[in-house]
């Protein structure tokens, strides 16, 4: 709406083409990662094929398994950690709670990349 405003871009009549920049970023409020008019062409002028659509199922597949067997698991550890008393946590479960942590949040983030970037 902002860049129709500035008449940077012209406004999109195609209802399905709209809704695919919506659903692409469906954290609004935050606003989206990619402006429209940087991915308009992408979006007019895509081509779909059996092979484009087997990419992205494994590529969704690939997503999917990080995000529940690596970053769910990660996440697990890391708060079963931070529930512990400070008084009773040694220097290599604070570590492990750590680490843990750190690989919760890269796996998070490298799955939504993953899948806005392509």
């Known amino acids: 709406m902002v ?3 500035r008449r940077t871009n012209s406004s999109q009549k195609n209802i ?9 970023f469906p954290q609004l ?13 992408q979006i007019n002028q895509r081509v779909h094929s059996i092979d484009k659509f ?7 597949i ?3 398994a990080k995000k529940v067997i690596i970053a769910n698991t990660m996440g697990y550890v890391a708060d079963q950690v931070f529930a512990l008393n400070v008084d009773s ?3 290599l479960f604070a570590w492990i709670g750590i680490i ?5 949040i890269y796996y998070d983030l490298r799955v939504i990349l993953t899948w806005q970037l392509g």
Request: proline share 5%; charged share 15%.
């Open 89 to 91: 946590i040694v220097p």
């Open 62 to 64: 690939i997503g999917f």
């Open 29 to 41: 409020i935050a606003g989206p990662i990619v402006r429209y008019h940087d991915i308009q062409k």
């Open 16 to 24: 399905v083409n709209l809704g695919l920049y919506v659903a692409l």
């Open 3 to 5: 860049d129709v405003f």
């Open 100 to 104: 843990a942590y750190s690989l919760q």
């Open 54 to 60: 087997q990419q992205g199922i494994k590529r969704f």
